[in-house]
């Protein structure tokens, strides 16, 4: 599991309706420790490209590393031949128990 897979079980909450709160450390209020993982890891992904932005879908903060794979998006955007990095990959989640399950990745 990766660092934000753990800070995600740690702090996220899952609600009803498949929403993932990360407020507490992605959004409303901001982990700079976290981002600056999230900054080195991305650098690490893109080391060999020209990458001077990255683009996301806003979704109350999570948009910027995690993605709902469960979701068709993803898988869409991936058939079009478009690189889509996630640095976490959502496979399913549990509001009665709080369970989110990653999709593993390289």
């Known amino acids: 599991m ?3 897979e753990e800070r995600i079980v740690k702090d ?6 498949n929403i993932l709160k990360v407020d507490s450390f992605l959004n409303h209020q901001m982990d700079v420790r976290l981002f600056r993982q999230m ?9 060999d490209k020209p990458i001077n ?32 990095e996630s ?7 549990d509001d009665a128990t709080g369970t989110v399950v990653f999709r593993p990745q390289p």
């Open 39 to 47: 900054g080195e890891e991305f650098k690490r992904r893109f080391a």
């Open 87 to 93: 640095l976490a990959i959502v496979d399913s989640m």
């Open 53 to 84: 932005k990255i683009l996301t879908i806003e979704a109350s903060g999570i948009g910027i590393a995690v993605e709902k794979g469960f979701q068709p998006g993803g898988a869409k955007i991936r058939e079009m031949g478009y690189p889509l």
């Open 12 to 17: 996220g909450v899952v609600k009803a309706g």
């Open 2 to 4: 990766n660092f934000l």
